[in-house]
């Protein structure tokens, strides 16, 4: 089932607030960035970088996902492990809200989304 309208509009105005936290300056946006996706029930948040032998290639590292699960009317929070397999956030599983998903994120307090 995709999501709603209002979920999608939820899921911007939360990774605008984050993103206005953590996105590095402008100046160095071309070197290290981050951004988001919408892909079917999951979000998406990365990095952008220059790919390493190419410079002018950008290359998107995965940090964080959640997948809204119907069922619970939650969302399930994954990090990406060092065998780049998705895992569950077991200190907060599941939260409420698009919001408290991206909070957890900013927090990181386990250096699971940003070393």
């Known amino acids: 089932m995709a999501l709603s309208e209002k979920q999608?509009?939820?899921?911007?105005?939360?990774?605008?607030?984050?993103l206005k936290i953590?996105?590095?300056d402008p100046e160095?946006?071309?070197k290290l960035d981050i951004g988001y996706r919408i892909e079917k029930q999951s979000v998406l948040i990365?990095?952008?970088?220059?790919?390493?032998?190419?410079p002018k290639q950008k290359e998107e590292y995965p940090l964080a996902k959640t997948t809204y699960i119907m069922t619970r009317k939650k969302w399930k929070i994954?990090?990406?492990r060092s065998d780049l397999k998705w895992h569950g956030y077991d200190p907060d599983l599941y939260v409420n809200s698009i919001s408290d998903f991206f909070q957890v994120v900013d927090k990181d307090d386990y250096s699971c989304f940003f070393g």
């Open 28 to 30: 160095l946006r071309d």
């Open 22 to 24: 953590r996105r590095p």
């Open 46 to 54: 990365f990095e952008i970088r220059p790919l390493w032998g190419n």
């Open 8 to 18: 999608i509009n939820d899921i911007h105005l939360a990774a605008q607030a984050f």
């Open 78 to 80: 994954l990090w990406r």
